[in-house]
């Protein structure tokens, strides 16, 4: 009891830190601003795999390797690992992680897993049912084009509002301790479907939900915008994020000065046509794991709230007619004390 | 003029299918769908081949004009074997296109990689 | 939420941004233009230097369209055009060999069989559904007149 602050907040009693962070990601992403700050850069789309599926779970095996063996840590130390993608059944995660003989959790919050995953992990450390525990996600453009979209040889137009899938992993390593950037708070978000049948306009589709867990978050914790030197959500794009700040101004709150989206930071919009920008598990798990905890980790932010963001459809939803339900998930995560 | 005509009419074919993409949210599927029965019911009422007279390949090389070929082979095959033919003469005027895609692409898939978009 | 589904779908649809349909229209125009014109250039040749009649020229014009749209589909620059031309390269027979050869080439991965093959028509396969179908009523309808007294 205590841990619970009004309608879906947690306050964790021992805050959980996050010990290391890895992060991969791929050329296009190395091409954009954040491009210096990723730890792997695969030299090709392949990464000398013969599927993109097989180089999708290599992205997810490495990168929680790679984010282990930062925090100092071995594999054997995991009590934990949370890990989910894109790809049906979540092969990405299955298959990339089975030799690494952690106990599993396999999730699915479409691109919001990465924040899931970090919200379930956190509450079962501060639950004192695990010392440490591991959250990775990923993405990969190849994989999510052949399974959502079109052959990637196919002659097709996209439309404006579309979004490029981010082809990156990132992983992170939890573990009781307030030396390092550490998670306070957690809002898990409800579905929210404001009935948006337009599978390329997937940040119209999401802002509300976004908006959903923020302004609980908010109303929760009696926090405001001005409490955060950063608000991150994961994916809303272009898009979103200007549906996100319309509607916290409706409800009297101004996020327009630290409120930024991976989905636009991970690429340069004005020169590498991705449209309304980049979107993907693998979105804010490589700009969270690559840029922004690094950072943190340096003391350049204090407080941040990090939102992933979901979209909950598949392509027989779609074909079907069904709209476009939305997810968003919070952790509040601060500065090393 | 034969490639003024069939610049433009093959142009103005893709245009509106263009305007029905952006302004109607029908997808591409959907619009090839529409445009070669369009095309199979103007073959039908002999609306298409003055079309064709006059753009050559401007009306041939859209997916209407393969519309137009199911239709007119439907009919010469009603023509030539009665009943039957209504079975049999679409796919056998089509079949040049058919057997070519078929193999075409049969070859390709074997030769060639799909790449990343950049 | 401030908003009912409706306002929120009303809301959105404006702030989104539009396709550029001058821009796109025009580009479709150009590129499917040139590409008749490609067949036209093959159809003077068939029909005036091999001497084909025109049924057989123009049967010869979508093979040999087929073929480049195979290849250029092949060669990673068909999907490259489209970006730009949009309808202009969807509607000539050449998008139809791109919508056959980008998921044969794709799925080749899940085998020869099932993936290549049978991946085939994923795309293309409706355009023949409903043609051949259509004409088959085509047919009907034209056996029936005739029957009547025609």
Not at chain 3, 123 to 132: E, S, T
Request: hydrophobic share 45%; glycine share 14%; aromatic share 8%.
């Amino acid at each position: 009891m205590g841990k619970r602050i009004g309608k879906q907040t947690v306050r964790l009693e021992h805050p959980v830190g996050i010990l290391a962070s890895a992060s991969i990601a791929g050329q296009k992403e190395k091409d954009g601003p954040l491009g210096s700050d990723f730890d792997v850069i695969m030299a090709d789309a392949e990464w000398n795999e013969e599927t993109w599926e097989k180089t999708e779970s290599k992205m997810q095996k490495e990168a929680v390797r790679l984010a282990i063996q930062k925090a100092g840590l071995a594999l054997s130390d995991m009590h934990y690992i949370f890990a989910g993608d894109l790809l049906n059944q979540c092969i990405g995660a299955g298959f990339g992680l089975r030799e690494l003989h952690i106990p599993y959790f396999g999730i699915y919050g479409a691109c919001s897993t990465m924040i899931e995953g970090l919200s379930l992990a956190s509450m079962l450390i501060d639950g004192g049912f695990a010392d440490h525990a591991v959250a990775v996600t990923s993405s990969h453009f190849c994989t999510a084009e052949r399974q959502y979209r079109m052959p990637l040889e196919y002659g097709g137009q996209r439309t404006p509002t579309a979004q490029w899938t981010v082809t990156g992993s990132g992983a992170a390593v939890l573990g009781k301790t307030v030396d390092v950037p550490h998670i306070t708070h957690i809002t898990t978000g409800k579905i929210m479907d404001m009935g948006v049948k337009d599978a390329n306009n997937m940040g119209g589709a999401m802002a509300p939900a976004a908006f959903d867990t923020l302004l609980t978050h908010f109303q929760d914790t009696g926090l405001s915008p001005a409490d955060y030197d950063l608000i991150l959500t994961g994916d809303l794009g272009t898009v979103g994020r200007d549906v996100l700040i319309d509607l916290m101004q409706n409800e009297g709150f101004d996020i327009t000065d630290n409120y930024n989206d991976g989905g636009c930071m991970i690429y340069d919009l004005d020169t590498q046509d991705v449209h309304a920008g980049g979107s993907g598990c693998g979105c804010i798990a490589s700009v969270l794991c690559g840029h922004i905890l690094p950072a943190m980790q340096r003391g350049e932010f204090r407080r941040i709230l990090a939102i992933g963001t979901g979209a909950l459809l598949s392509t027989t939803s779609g074909l079907q007619g069904e709209s476009v339900p939305g997810i968003a998930h919070l952790v509040a995560i601060s500065g090393k004390e | 003029m034969q490639y003024l005509n069939a610049f433009w009419v093959g142009g103005l074919i893709c245009a509106i299918a263009q305007i029905l993409i952006d302004k109607t949210k029908l997808t591409p599927a959907r619009i090839l769908v529409l445009f070669v029965v369009t095309g199979t019911v103007l073959g039908g009422l002999g609306l298409y081949e003055p079309i064709v007279n006059f753009a050559g390949a401007g009306a041939t090389v859209p997916i209407v004009g393969f519309g137009n070929v199911l239709a007119q082979g439907a009919i010469k095959g009603v023509d030539e074997q009665g009943f039957l033919g209504i079975l049999t003469g679409g796919a056998r005027a089509a079949a040049g296109g058919i057997t070519a895609s078929i193999v075409f692409g049969f070859l390709m898939a074997l030769f060639f990689k799909p790449k990343i978009k950049s | 939420m401030q908003y009912t589904k409706q306002e929120y779908l009303k809301y959105l649809e404006q702030k989104s941004p539009n396709s550029p349909l001058w821009k796109d229209t025009i580009f479709a125009f150009l590129f499917g233009g040139g590409i008749c014109t490609i067949g036209q250039f093959f159809l003077n040749l068939y029909q005036n230097t091999f001497s084909m009649d025109s049924e057989m020229a123009r049967t010869a014009v979508s093979i040999t369209m087929i073929f480049l749209g195979a290849l250029l589909t092949g060669l990673d620059i068909y999907c490259k055009l489209a970006k730009y031309a949009g309808a202009g390269t969807l509607v000539p027979i050449t998008g139809f060999a791109n919508a056959i050869v980008s998921p044969a080439i794709e799925f080749k991965k899940e085998g020869l069989v099932l993936g290549l093959a049978s991946k085939m028509f994923v795309i293309a396969g409706p355009v023949l559904v409903y043609g051949i179908t259509a004409s088959a009523g085509v047919g009907l309808i034209y056996f029936i007149i005739k029957q009547l007294g025609g």
